[in-house]
């Protein structure tokens, strides 16, 4: 059974830093690429970044780019999302998301929870 | 960035009733589209692909269809366990979802 799970959200204030993590069970990761999905009640379900499965394509939504960095270690089955510059509007529930050949979606964590606020 | 417009934002029906929603695309995706069920404190779940591709454990009441730029998740005989927000993906041009519609209890 696919098992993604998040780890890292929390409280953070406006311009800190924080570190998602996700563990990935039940599939073999390094031929998966990977992806982070965020979700707000205001702006609903965004994608956030992505990573093939050997880090050999990269790429980040325009909202995050400059902030936030994806990487993964495959030799530890995880991935991550680096945020930096943390704004309010990134306040969400963070989705760890496994993609097919074909780009779509699906597998999900159970979501981690960022809260960017004074 | 393609925009994907789900109609309508909320539907209310009863159990057994036919159940359709909509979902446009600012430009065409070809046949690169997912649909997703997502009930309260859950991830999305994926249940079609590629337009009209049922994943697997999907019950057979789900479909889906269209391409370009109109598609449509057509549920035949909605289930109690279908009461739930529904949405589109569409995987052509990075990634991009609807912004949900709603299925509630008539």
């Known amino acids: 059974e696919v098992q993604l799970v998040e780890s890292g959200g929390g409280l953070v204030k406006p311009g800190g830093s924080l570190r998602l993590s996700c563990a990935a069970s039940?599939?073999?990761?390094?031929?998966?690429?990977m992806n982070w999905v965020r979700q707000t009640p205001g702006k609903g379900l965004e994608w956030v970044a992505s990573?093939?499965?050997?880090?050999?394509?990269?790429f980040h939504a325009d909202s995050v780019k400059g902030r936030f960095t994806i990487s993964r270690d495959n030799a530890k089955n995880s991935l991550y999302l680096q945020m930096n510059s943390l704004r309010a509007e990134d306040t969400a529930v963070y989705y760890c998301?496994?993609?097919?050949?074909?780009?779509?979606?699906?597998?999900w964590g159970q979501g981690a929870l960022v809260t960017v606020s004074s | 960035d393609i925009q994907m417009t789900q109609s309508p934002s909320t539907l209310s029906a009863s159990v057994g009733d036919r159940v359709t929603i909509t979902c446009r695309a600012s430009?065409?995706?070809?046949?690169?589209l997912a649909w997703y069920q997502q009930k309260p404190g859950k991830a999305p779940n994926l249940l079609i692909y590629?337009?009209?591709n049922l994943q697997s454990g999907v019950p057979s009441r789900f479909s889906g269809s269209g391409s370009g730029t109109e598609f449509t998740l057509t549920i035949s005989s909605l289930q109690p366990d279908d009461f739930a927000t529904y949405y589109c993906?569409?995987?052509?041009?990075?990634?991009?979802f609807g912004q949900g519609t709603k299925v509630e209890i008539k």
């Open positions: 998301v496994r993609g097919t050949t074909t780009r779509y979606f699906d597998s």
């Open positions: 039940g599939f073999t990761f390094s031929s998966y690429n």
């Open positions: 990573v093939s499965s050997t880090s050999y394509y990269i």
């Open positions: 430009q065409s995706v070809s046949s690169w």
């Open positions: 590629k337009a009209s």
């Open positions: 993906h569409q995987y052509s041009s990075y990634w991009t």
